[in-house]
């Protein structure tokens, strides 16, 4: 019979640890909302390596002394709450008392701390959970933290991080959610040596997002401040019309917390409903505050998730607080985003403005940029490629479109004998006569299948058809999104979408599917990082990354003009005959169906 015994603390520290301390991004967000807990004015974080082999959070918070340095890395230990009734009434990050113990299980790990009013400081050090010395040193009144070998003992736990790159990204993000929750503090972040990000002590919510997110992301938002039955919403919320293709750009705080809430979420999503295009997310950086008693934030051991005690009442004031904005705004007109001729020189205009704040300027901009609003054509066709693959009739670009004489009906023709075009309905619908009985085409459907195997099969020879920009279009990312991208870059190039790092976040986008509107570019990039996020271009899938990659595609590509001759509803067809699949769109919706003339005289009982 196996015998039954009682984990040592080492290991059931480490055993914690996975739940807690699951990457480096994880060990700095412990440490700063410790620092925070202390009452730090200052926080400095460093990493290296994506913090594999070098973490530090240093702070001008309220120190320990040499007992509590002791106590902090004892399991339980914490100074924060004394019952579990104190949840209640929490007002601060911490109160498991698990952060310390378990990251100083699984890494080599050092703290420094000293009160102001004590004389000398405290170091101890410990590594794997063995506590190696503890002695007087001096430091300045506060606590540092450093932390390196994360993962070293736990070949598991180091498999499963990511690249350099993903997992610094995942701390640069972790850093601005804390900056952004405590403007008041002021924040520096340095990577191998360089300093990424520094913020001094701002006033406002606005200022600190102006520094995390660009001024554009500020233009674009409108300021909220609303009460109601003891909740408090304030924050910035985006202005009807602009939004992003997944929803990493809606962050909210609850209690000053970062937090990840269905509920805050769908309440978001569902106040933009009318003012956003379908599959659309809202921008927004949100804060409630309510009484700790009416939220649990123990559901999980990271807290990313919370509970609230009256979901329906939480939802109700956000949606509430939310549409009255946007309707004294705008009424919460539709405002669709439409790309003019202005949009290269607002874009130019953004990137001086950019580089204007940024602490860290890129390499000058290419001068095509700088006079990106001179009254020339927005692109140039490759001459390689223009003309040797003639787009389908109707759903191209108008520079590239040909002249309908040009139109080679493909295969599927031969089955359009006897066919006869009879008019379009409600725009979308194309109304066929056929042999058989009467033809109802989704033009749009039709077109996103015939767009979808005609891009499937340019991937599959590599001869993707693609132009350079005559006008570089600059993107400034987050650094999530511009890790994701930086490993994507040849990929992308294959594809078509030629982008080029210049300056930290900050890209260029220099070639694009002749398809795409340039003025559509940055949108049809930020849509290909949304689809990455969410693992759905897997490079260890290519041939499904490609299918989802064709699928956005086809959808952007597609632009229906409102009049159709007979000559292209009948291309049109043809083309989808011609295809592998002609009867569903990528996206499984059907493309046409057909009322048999056996149908039709049953229905009029002939
Ligand atoms: P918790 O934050 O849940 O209390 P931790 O393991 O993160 O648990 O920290 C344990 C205790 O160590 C804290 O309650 C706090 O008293 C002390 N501590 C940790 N970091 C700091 C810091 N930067 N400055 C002052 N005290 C700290
Ligand atoms: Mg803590």
């Known amino acids: 019979m196996p015998r039954i015994r009682v984990l040592s603390d080492r290991v059931a520290n480490q055993i914690a640890a996975g739940e807690v301390i699951e990457r480096p991004a994880a060990v700095i967000k412990e440490l700063v909302e410790n620092s925070l807990d202390a009452g730090a004015t200052r926080i400095e974080v460093e990493f290296r390596h994506g913090g594999r082999s070098y973490l530090r ?9 040499k007992d509590d340095a002791l106590l902090c890395l004892e ?7 004394v019952e579990t009734a104190d949840l209640d009434t929490l007002g601060s990050f911490g109160f498991r008392g698990e952060a310390l113990p378990s990251i100083a299980s699984v890494s080599k790990f050092e703290l420094q701390t000293r009160p102001a009013d004590a004389a000398a400081g405290t170091e101890v050090l410990v590594n794997g959970g063995k506590l190696v010395h503890v002695r007087e040193c001096g430091v300045a009144p506060g606590t540092r933290i450093t932390v390196t070998h994360l993962f070293h003992a736990v070949p598991a736990r180091r498999k499963f991080l990511k690249s350099d790159a993903t997992e610094s990204a995942h701390i640069i993000q972790t850093v601005r959610l804390y900056a952004l929750a405590c403007p008041q503090t002021a924040f520096t972040l340095v990577e191998d040596g360089r300093v990424l990000f520094q913020s001094p002590a701002c006033t406002t919510l606005e200022d600190r997002v102006a520094e995390i997110f660009g001024r554009q992301f500020t233009a674009d938002s409108l300021a909220v401040d609303a009460s109601d039955e003891g909740l408090r919403l304030t924050g910035l919320i985006g202005k009807p019309g602009v939004s992003r293709a997944a929803r990493h750009e809606m962050i909210t705080f609850v209690n000053h917390r970062p937090v990840d809430s269905r509920t805050l979420n769908y309440a978001l999503i569902e106040s933009y409903t009318t003012s956003l295009p379908k599959g659309r997310y809202p921008v927004a950086v949100l804060f409630l505050e309510m009484n700790p008693a009416a939220v649990d934030v123990n559901v999980h051991p990271a807290k990313r998730e919370v509970r609230f005690r009256s979901e329906g009442q939480v939802r109700g004031f956000v949606i509430r607080t939310v549409l009255q904005r946007l309707r004294e705004f705008g009424l919460g007109a539709p405002v669709v985003e439409t790309p ?46 223009a003309g040797n693959l003639a787009p389908p009739p109707a759903a191209a670009s108008p520079a590239i479109r040909p002249p309908h004489s040009e139109i080679r009906l493909p295969p599927g023709a031969s089955r359009l004998a006897g066919w006869r075009f009879l008019g379009t309905a409600h725009g979308d619908f194309a109304l066929f006569e056929s042999p058989a009985g009467v033809v109802i085409v989704d033009r749009r459907a039709a077109h996103e299948r015939v767009w979808f195997e005609r891009l499937v099969a340019q991937f599959a020879t590599g001869q993707v058809e693609s132009q350079r920009l005559l006008f570089a279009v600059p993107v400034e990312l987050d650094p999530v999104a511009s890790a994701m991208l930086l490993d994507r870059l040849p990929w992308l190039a294959r594809h078509g979408v030629d982008v080029a790092e210049f300056g930290r976040n900050f890209f260029r986008i220099e070639a694009m599917p002749s398809w795409l509107e340039p003025e559509g570019a940055e949108r049809f990039l930020r849509d290909v990082l949304a689809l990455m996020r969410d693992g759905r271009l897997d490079e260890k899938n290519p041939r499904l990354a490609e299918d989802e990659f064709a699928r956005l595609a086809a959808q952007k590509a597609v632009r229906l003009p409102d009049t159709i001759s007979e000559a292209d509803a009948l291309a049109l067809v043809a083309q989808l005959f011609a295809c592998a699949q002609p009867h569903t769109s990528p996206q499984g919706r059907p493309t046409h169906f057909e009322l048999s003339r056996g149908e039709l005289a049953r229905r009029f009982q002939r």
Request: aromatic fraction near 6%.
């Open 57 to 65: 959070v240093e702070d001008n918070g309220c120190g320990m002394s």
């Open 75 to 81: 399991r339980h230990a914490t100074s924060k709450i």
């Open 340 to 385: 003019g001729p202005e949009a290269a020189a607002r874009s130019a205009e953004r990137f001086a403005e950019w580089q204007r704040v940024s602490t860290f300027a890129p390499p000058p901009p290419s001068p095509s940029a700088a006079v990106a609003s001179a009254p020339v054509p927005a692109f140039a066709p490759r001459p390689e490629v």
